[in-house]
T-cell receptor
Framework: DQQVKQNSPSLSVQEGRISILNCDYT??????FLWYKKYPAEGPTFLIS?????DKNEDGRFTVFLNKSAKHLSLHIVPSQPGDSAVYFC???????????FGAGTRLTVKP | ETGVTQSPTHLIKTRGQQVTLRCSSQ?????VSWYQQALGQGPQFIFQ???????GRGNFPPRFSGLQFPNYSSELNVNALELDDSALYLC??????????????FGPGTRLTVL
């Protein structure tokens, strides 16, 4: 059962523009959400997270938005840089449950 | 401060064999989680160890087993390998246990191919 979905396998944007990566989930018990970035031959690296008590969290160029009623979250990268080119995974977890669920990932390509 | 390391990097086995993958957690971390990432998919949670005890398990059969040692390093063992076990196996370490949200630091993974 795929409780976390990233419906766009790939996204291409121009350097300096905004990148928007989307993620949907089905389990209403999820209360903590994370984004990870993965370069080839490396493990995923934590990027940013958000708790269900918030609807926005910002860290530099990265902002995560959470819409609990729609069970949807998104990651905004502004401005996008070529070094941001990577696979981005959305993940969700439920307090007390160590089973963190990942989406299938979106490959972001930022063109110079 | 050393990061999470995994060995070996790559491994080729045949169906029915057994395999052991190893993970050294980041210094100071007492929790290790293992994930399987099949091609084109996101990581899937196998299980987690906290202070040498299993602390949660995903939807994987018993032939997937693990250990955590007093120095918090960990092993993932897979018996009776099947073709579908071919995947990237990721280990992640963190500080804390059940009920806590702590950032997980991932290793580079072990690429297992079952022929």
């Amino acid at each position: 059962d795929q409780q976390v979905k990233q419906n766009s396998p790939s996204l291409s944007v121009q350097e300096g523009r905004i990148s928007i990566l989307n993620c949907d989930y089905t389990n209403s018990m999820f209360d903590y959400f994370l984004w990870y970035k993965k370069y080839p031959a490396e493990g995923p690296t934590f990027l940013i997270s958000i708790s269900s008590i918030k609807d926005k969290n910002e860290d530099g160029r990265f902002t995560v938005f959470l819409n609990k009623s729609a069970k949807h979250l998104s990651l905004h990268i502004v401005p996008s840089q070529p070094g941001d080119s990577a696979v981005y995974f959305c993940a969700a977890s439920e307090r007390g449950n160590n089973d963190m669920r990942f989406g299938a990932g979106t490959r972001l390509t930022v063109k110079p | 401060e050393t990061g999470v390391t995994q060995s070996p990097t790559h491994l080729i086995k045949t169906r029915g064999q057994q395999v052991t993958l190893r993970c050294s957690s980041q210094s100071g971390h007492n929790t290790v989680s293992w994930y399987q990432q099949a091609l084109g998919q996101g990581p899937q949670f196998i299980f987690q160890y906290y202070r040498e005890e299993e602390n949660g398990r995903g939807n994987f059969p018993p032939r997937f087993s693990g250990l955590q040692f007093p120095n918090y390093s960990s092993e993932l063992n897979v018996n009776a390998l099947e073709l579908d076990d071919s995947a990237l196996y990721l280990c992640a370490s963190s500080l804390g246990g059940s009920g806590t949200y702590n950032e997980q630091f991932f290793g580079p993974g072990t690429r297992l191919t079952v022929l």
